[in-house]
């Protein structure tokens, strides 16, 4: 059963560094579960404060990947029914099956939302719109970068209990 709690864990280890990326799948949710699963296992003793803490990180992370987005738009000059396009933009590029559509979907959010609701020049949604690429990139590489924390961390649980697994 542990090497099987271990496979499992490590696979989502896998999964989750690569759903970093991918945004259908929660790449940091992943990458806890799988420090979750090597906790499960008989051999490895159960650390509430790491479990406790790398969750929390995993909660914040999950409210600012949907925060980061909108903020680009505010700094690069969007209002807020840019804002608001580049969130239901999010939502509907997340639902469509085109290739980038996480990107794509906020990005014309606020382009529309600037250019319909708050009647700017093109130049200025443009620049608002592309405010919500750099943060929804700036969040894919906060993620990427906790996944491979997350990744660390397993190994390294995995290299001090290594003769006990296998």
Do not use: H
């Amino acid at each position: 059963m542990d090497i099987l709690l271990l496979i499992l864990g490590l696979a989502c280890m896998l999964i989750g560094v690569v759903g970093s990326f991918l945004p259908v799948l929660p790449g940091i949710g992943l990458c806890w579960l799988g420090i979750l699963f090597l906790y499960l296992t008989s051999v490895v003793p159960v650390n509430y404060w790491v479990l406790g803490i790398t969750f929390l990180v995993v909660v914040i992370f999950f409210i600012a990947n949907y925060i980061l987005p909108a903020k680009g738009t505010q700094r690069f000059g969007g209002s807020k029914a840019g804002i608001w396009g580049t969130n239901i933009g999010l939502v509907i590029g997340l639902l469509t099956p085109i290739p980038f559509g996480f990107v794509i979907g906020p990005f014309l959010g606020a382009l529309i939302g600037e250019l319909v609701f708050d009647a700017k020049n093109a130049q200025q949604a443009i620049r608002a719109a592309t405010g919500s690429v750099i943060g929804i990139l700036a969040s894919a590489f906060i993620q990427f970068m906790l996944c491979i924390i997350y990744f660390g961390i397993f190994i390294s649980i995995v290299w001090d209990y290594k003769s006990l697994l296998f």
